[in-house]
């Protein structure tokens, strides 16, 4: 198994291109780049009822709308990462942003779900190559006394941008069109562009390597099965052989993936570097924290918009306390980890998210501003940790000469966590729904439904969206639909938060098995 190199941090005036014109104009650069990556994983959810209106889209065309982009993130982080190191992290993070910039134009162009979702997985594949270069770029602009403040920044970014996605949404959508969610990366996109190339300085690995190609085909094949298994279950059924033959796919390909990993001259992914429990324990931390985050603001969105009726910019301000929140706890985090370690803090953090969803499982139909803001404010505390630990249990407990990958894998987890809380609860929502729509329909008084009816009607109110009535039907029918419809939703929620609850309490208890990551003299660069 081939291991990367990875040595201290470059001076300025090194084989990299010399020194910057400024490294803190590098980090507006990146930081930009990286604003808009994390955004757009966000900021539609605030978007998604009024695509399904105007596009007619289906709930599981709307999660494909955000998983197709956080999984094509999340397969190519790592690859980006090496062609980084071989054609170099400038010209991998320009070739980046004006794809990204590019895409975002053809979805706001986009006149039919089918493309939006093509041009969101593209945008995914543009953004995995933001992100691992504009950490290298950093690494090499920053002398390394300054470096950890510039890596702060650029984390606190990355939460705050994640966190803000709903209001900015709200806003824009409101106020403008859902287009405009996609068009603002347009002009972000050409300033970033400008000041990248005109300050930032080439940096590329003195060893080169090489990608393995054929772990990215399996990875991203098995990675494709398993959330089109997931999303497209509901609509197939769990034991369709449809479902179970994408579920059959998952677990071969994966195997051979890993089978592969073992063989190639340089992996992909060493699995290696799995030997550490902190290392793995870390992973597994984002992927929930991730799940937490995406699937919590996907759902929500419908019930505010759906359930409650409130327009778009609304909904983005009921969410206001998490992105406020983001701001004071991250650097709270921070402090809070330097003093007692990531252990007890994480720990903590994942207690805390446990009890945010518990208080959103159990929002009413009419629930009030503070039933949400304070489950929200929560939220915000109870994720920081999670990620602003995540460098130092997982990179910082990782082989040195890993450094790299396991930064790569850092982001992947991330991404991955998304994509999965946004397929999982949107498949647990959709089956309540489905179970829950005969009996508050029988309770209304309304007529029995058929299981075709259910199976039409389902995907619709999943959405928190009322089927809609034959013209002419009385007043207080159409309004016994609703409720009925709204009620059905709610028990998808409740359900849906309350096994997220447990899924947080188990992070808790992981995260006491992790540790501090190592103290280098300097910080590290991955070179290939």
Request: some cysteine.
């Given at each position: 198994?081939?291991?990367?190199?990875?040595?201290?941090a470059p001076p300025p005036e090194s084989?990299?291109?010399?020194?910057?014109?400024?490294?803190?104009?590098?980090?507006?650069?990146?930081?930009?780049?990286?604003?808009?990556?994390?955004?757009?994983?966000?900021?539609?959810?605030?978007?998604?009822?009024?695509?399904?209106?105007?596009?007619?889209?289906?709930?599981?065309?709307?999660?494909?709308?955000?998983?197709?982009?956080?999984?094509?993130?999340?397969?190519?982080?790592?690859?980006?990462?090496?062609?980084?190191?071989?054609?170099?992290?400038?010209?991998?993070?320009?070739?980046?942003?004006?794809?990204?910039?590019?895409?975002?134009?053809?979805?706001?162009?986009?006149?039919?779900?089918?493309?939006?979702?093509?041009?969101?997985?593209?945008?995914?594949?543009?953004?995995?190559?933001?992100?691992?270069?504009?950490?290298?770029?950093?690494?090499?602009?920053?002398?390394?006394?300054?470096?950890?403040?510039?890596?702060?920044?650029?984390?606190?970014?990355?939460?705050?941008?994640?966190?803000?996605?709903?209001?900015?949404?709200?806003?824009?959508?409101?106020?403008?069109?859902?287009?405009?969610?996609?068009?603002?990366?347009?002009?972000?996109?050409?300033?970033?562009?400008?000041?990248?190339?005109?300050?930032?300085?080439?940096?590329?690995?003195?060893?080169?390597?090489?990608?393995?190609?054929?772990?990215?085909?399996?990875?991203?094949?098995?990675?494709?099965?398993?959330?089109?298994?997931?999303?497209?279950?509901?609509?197939?059924?769990?034991?369709?052989?449809?479902?179970?033959?994408?579920?059959?796919?998952?677990?071969?390909?994966?195997?051979?993936?890993?089978?592969?990993?073992?063989?190639?001259?340089?992996?992909?992914?060493?699995?290696?570097?799995?030997?550490?429990?902190?290392?793995?324990?870390?992973?597994?931390?984002?992927?929930?924290?991730?799940?937490?985050?995406?699937?919590?603001?996907?759902?929500?969105?419908?019930?505010?918009?759906?359930?409650?009726?409130?327009?778009?910019?609304?909904?983005?301000?009921?969410?206001?306390?998490?992105?406020?929140?983001?701001?004071?706890?991250?650097?709270?985090?921070?402090?809070?980890?330097?003093?007692?370690?990531?252990?007890?803090?994480?720990?903590?953090?994942?207690?805390?998210?446990?009890?945010?969803?518990?208080?959103?499982?159990?929002?009413?139909?009419?629930?009030?501003?503070?039933?949400?803001?304070?489950?929200?404010?929560?939220?915000?505390?109870?994720?920081?940790?999670?990620?602003?630990?995540?460098?130092?249990?997982?990179?910082?407990?990782?082989?040195?000469?890993?450094?790299?990958?396991?930064?790569?894998?850092?982001?992947?987890?991330?991404?991955?966590?998304?994509?999965?809380?946004?397929?999982?609860?949107?498949?647990m929502v959709a089956a309540k729904v489905?179970?829950?729509?005969?009996?508050?329909?029988?309770?209304?008084?309304?007529?029995?439904?058929?299981?075709?009816?259910?199976?039409?009607?389902?995907?619709?109110?999943?959405?928190?969206?009322?089927?809609?009535?034959?013209?002419?039907?009385?007043?207080?029918?159409?309004?016994?639909?609703?409720?009925?419809?709204?009620?059905?939703?709610?028990?998808?929620?409740?359900?849906?938060?309350?096994?997220?609850?447990?899924?947080?309490?188990?992070?808790?208890?992981?995260?006491?098995?992790?540790?501090?990551?190592?103290?280098?003299?300097?910080?590290?660069?991955?070179?290939?």
């Amino acid at each position: 198994m081939a291991h990367a190199k990875t040595v201290a941090a470059p001076p300025p005036e090194s084989d990299t291109g010399g020194k910057s014109r400024s490294p803190w104009l590098t980090l507006l650069a990146v930081a930009l780049g990286v604003i808009m990556v994390m955004l757009d994983g966000t900021v539609v959810g605030i978007a998604s009822p009024v695509i399904a209106k105007e596009l007619g889209a289906s709930l599981q065309d709307l999660q494909w709308v955000t998983s197709g982009y956080l999984l094509a993130l999340a397969v190519f982080l790592i690859t980006a990462g090496k062609l980084g190191d071989l054609f170099g992290h400038k010209r991998t993070f320009v070739v980046g942003i004006v794809g990204f910039t590019i895409t975002s134009l053809a979805i706001g162009l986009s006149d039919s779900i089918g493309w939006l979702i093509a041009f969101r997985v593209a945008q995914g594949l543009f953004g995995a190559l933001i992100q691992p270069a504009a950490l290298a770029l950093l690494r090499s602009a920053f002398p390394p006394e300054k470096l950890n403040m510039a890596i702060g920044i650029w984390g606190s970014a990355i939460g705050v941008s994640s966190a803000a996605g709903p209001v900015v949404g709200g806003l824009l959508v409101e106020n403008v069109s859902w287009q405009s969610v996609f068009f603002i990366n347009v002009p972000v996109g050409i300033i970033a562009l400008a000041v990248a190339l005109w300050v930032i300085k080439e940096s590329r690995a003195k060893s080169l390597s090489r990608i393995d190609w054929l772990g990215v085909v399996l990875l991203s094949g098995a990675m494709f099965c398993l959330v089109w298994a997931i999303i497209k279950a509901p609509e197939y059924g769990w034991g369709d052989t449809r479902t179970l033959a994408f579920l059959g796919g998952t677990l071969v390909l994966g195997a051979a993936f890993v089978f592969w990993q073992t063989k190639a001259q340089q992996p992909l992914l060493p699995l290696g570097i799995f030997r550490n429990v902190s290392v793995s324990v870390g992973t597994v931390l984002m992927v929930l924290m991730a799940f937490a985050m995406f699937g919590a603001m996907f759902f929500l969105t419908f019930y505010f918009q759906g359930v409650h009726g409130l327009s778009p910019l609304d909904a983005g301000l009921r969410m206001l306390p998490m992105s406020a929140g983001m701001i004071v706890a991250s650097p709270l985090a921070g402090f809070a980890i330097g003093k007692l370690g990531p252990r007890i803090t994480i720990s903590a953090g994942m207690l805390i998210t446990a009890t945010s969803m518990f208080l959103l499982s159990r929002l009413s139909m009419e629930g009030g501003y503070w039933e949400t803001a304070l489950p929200f404010a929560l939220l915000a505390f109870g994720l920081s940790p999670v990620m602003v630990g995540a460098t130092e249990i997982i990179v910082g407990n990782a082989p040195r000469d890993l450094s790299g990958v396991a930064s790569g894998m850092q982001q992947s987890a991330m991404q991955v966590g998304g994509t999965l809380g946004t397929a999982i609860l949107g498949a647990m929502v959709a089956a309540k729904v489905g179970e829950s729509l005969p009996g508050h329909y029988g309770d209304a008084g309304l007529p029995a439904l058929t299981p075709q009816q259910v199976d039409l009607m389902e995907s619709m109110v999943s959405t928190g969206m009322v089927p809609p009535s034959p013209p002419g039907t009385p007043q207080n029918i159409v309004d016994a639909i609703a409720n009925a419809s709204h009620l059905s939703f709610m028990d998808g929620l409740e359900f849906a938060f309350t096994v997220s609850t447990g899924v947080a309490i188990v992070a808790a208890l992981l995260a006491l098995f992790v540790k501090a990551g190592r103290k280098d003299d300097g910080p590290t660069v991955h070179m290939g």
